[in-house]
């Protein structure tokens, strides 16, 4: 019977999309993998693959439509020997595989997401292990039919997926019996609106000339995630003074020597190696909250603010503590790029433990930034600016200097914890060949 392909989830924050473009029509047979559409998240416009093979019988949602939401029948897929005319006259089973295809190509929200969903979304079917199984509407019809267990089936379709063919070739084997059903939970109760609301805020401009703007869907998840931010993570400030003299001299000295490969260091370059290799100096403070515990980092996954039409992106810049100056700046260079392109793909702008927001670029001295769940910390990066200052023999002389202000999440990161990553951070950008160790 006739499959419905579902506007898919492809960010954890996204609720709705933009269905920007059909890369297929109706009467094109299609293979999984193969591209349907392009589809602009609340980040970036991405490829959507078929996960199915079949022909694409009705296309529901326009190329062009705004605000469609997730799970939503976009299209029909027909399978060998069905047509247009079947369209329509599913059964609830229909409903079921396509809402198990949707959990499936859906990636797991965000510990936020999970936490504020008023619905849990239900389960895909797993394994004894608890592994999720893969598999194909059709293959779980067929399975259903013979009795398979989809968690005794291997699978050869992409990632492991199970698809028509395992299910016709294997043999026979009881289904597990289902596990038993949960009680069901209660709904979260509403929160209070955040401020007046917007039919009031316009009466208050009544006869005043103003446009209203619409909010895309980066800028909604903006003010959803920061105002939970301030709500929810008990934010504490250091800040300190960093003399950056010696790190411009050696800026300049190297940008000499790497001229001729084409390679220029900012003192941005700098700031991203200096807060990597600060928290392996720092382990306990290379934490992440994750609702009822810590995740302690390894290596130093490090996101960098990027400001970006309409908003903002955090690209991580992942074992940053492990790359060479030049390989930083070249990848910083790239990501920055497709970020304002809004090309970058949800691995590259997800996870990572601290963040950096530099404005100095913009001659803010300084300011205090938000922390970007589930980080444990942020530094806000402000403007060098020439200051007199007592020199170490005691002498009023001069100096480049540079404001940075560590907001830091008191759940993960205390205050003497806090204030030895900062000097560890400091540290390493007033003597910068230490970084080059």
């Known amino acids: ?36 559409a392009e589809i602009e998240t609340d980040k970036a416009t991405m490829e959507f693959e078929a996960v199915d093979e079949g022909t694409v019988g009705k296309i529901l949602v326009a190329e062009g439509s705004e605000g469609v939401k997730v799970n939503t029948p976009i299209a029909v897929l027909l399978e060998e020997g069905e047509s247009a005319d079947d369209i329509g006259t599913g059964s609830p089973a229909k409903a079921d595989d396509a809402g198990q295809k ?32 893969f598999a194909s509407p059709l293959a779980r019809r ?10 005794q089936i291997k699978g050869s379709g992409p990632k492991g997926r199970i698809v028509k063919a395992d299910v016709e070739n294997a043999t026979a084997q009881p289904a597990a019996a289902p596990a038993p059903a949960e009680k069901p939970v209660a709904a979260a109760a509403p929160t209070p609106a955040a401020g007046p609301s917007a039919d ?10 103003y446009t209203e703007m619409p909010l895309d869907g980066m800028r909604k998840t903006i003010a959803a995630r920061l105002t939970e931010a301030k709500q929810q993570i008990p934010h504490f400030y250091l800040r300190r003074d960093i003399k ?53 980092l390894r290596p ?33 260079k790239d990501l920055a790029t497709r970020a304002r392109d809004r090309k970058l793909a949800p691995h590259e702008y997800q996870g990572g433990s601290f963040a950096i927001s530099n404005l100095g670029m913009f001659g803010i001295d300084n300011f205090d930034a938000v922390i970007n769940p589930p980080h444990g910390a942020i530094l806000a990066v402000g403007a060098g600016v020439k200051k007199p200052i007592v020199g170490e023999d005691g002498e009023l002389t001069t100096a480049t200097v540079m404001s940075v202000t560590l907001s830091v999440d008191h759940r993960v990161i205390d205050g003497a914890l806090g204030a030895n990553l900062l000097q560890a951070i400091v540290d390493n950008l007033e003597n910068p060949m230490v970084m080059l160790a």
Not at 310 to 315: E, I, V
């Open 1 to 36: 019977m006739p499959t419905e392909i579902l506007m898919p989830a492809l960010s954890p924050t996204m609720e709705e999309g933009t269905l920007a473009k059909w890369l297929v029509k109706e009467g094109d047979t299609v293979s999984a993998g193969d591209l349907l």
């Open 102 to 133: 949707a959990a499936e190509e859906a990636p797991a929200p965000a510990p936020e997401q999970a936490a504020t969903a008023a619905t849990p979304a239900p389960a895909a079917p797993s394994a004894s292990d608890g592994s999720r199984v």
């Open 142 to 151: 067929i399975a259903k039919d013979k009795g398979l267990a989809l968690s």
């Open 300 to 332: 130093s996954d490090v996101a960098v603010a990027v400001a970006i039409d309409g908003g903002l992106f955090t690209p991580v810049l992942k074992d940053a503590e492990m790359k060479s100056l030049s390989a930083l700046s070249a990848e910083m």
């Open 200 to 209: 009031a805020v316009a009466k208050m401009y009544e006869g005043r000339d």
């Open 244 to 296: 950056l003299d010696a790190l411009l001299k050696f800026r300049s000295q190297l940008n000499k020597q790497l001229e001729p490969r084409g390679v220029k260091l900012s003192v941005n370059d700098f700031i991203i190696k200096a807060c990597a290799l600060a928290l392996q100096s720092v382990p306990d403070a290379n934490a992440v909250w994750a609702g009822d515990r810590m995740l302690k």
